[in-house]
């Protein structure tokens, strides 16, 4: 990353355009083959999920069409370390169990990709193996959840996404 100064003219010109190129994003994501949009059976799924999120995440460019729902999902039953004060966003959720067929029975997604999906969330860094919470059942994985709102960027290279705070 380099810094740089500007001024106020050109600092607007860059944000007009990272508006633009976030908008053309979006589109271009909503145009898939397998989305809410065009799936009736993600549609289903994605309206049962009421859960917040940066438009920021359509700039990633997902391998598995399922990867932005299933951390949608993950997201929705992550819990916060701020329980007590709930206008206080997460940036790390407290260790949550993650069970392929639960989401498999749920979404009506084929198991493997659910697997894709998730292996995806993780090298994306978007949740975070915690090994040193055992999991409830053996049928579980323990989770943590990194909040998309503190996104900084999407590097295509590594397929990874930057975030301001260290998961």
Known sequence: ?????LTGKYYQKI???QEKDLQRSKKKFLQK????????????FYSGL????????YEIKFKCFFTLYLYLYLKSQAKSYYEDDPSRVFNLSKPIDFN??????????????????FKELLQLRFINECEYVKPTHNSTKTVS????????CY???SHQVMFTIDP
Do not use: C, P, Y
């Open 1 to 5: 990353m380099k810094q740089i100064i």
């Open 15 to 17: 944000l007009e355009m």
């Open 33 to 44: 083959k397998r989305t809410h949009i065009n799936n009736k059976q993600l549609a289903e």
């Open 50 to 57: 009421h859960v917040k999120f940066s438009e920021k995440v």
């Open 100 to 117: 392929i067929q639960h989401i498999v029975d749920k979404s009506g997604v084929a198991r493997n990709t659910v697997k894709r999906a």
């Open 145 to 152: 959840i990194v909040n998309d709102h503190f996104m900084l």
């Open 155 to 157: 590097v295509e290279k």
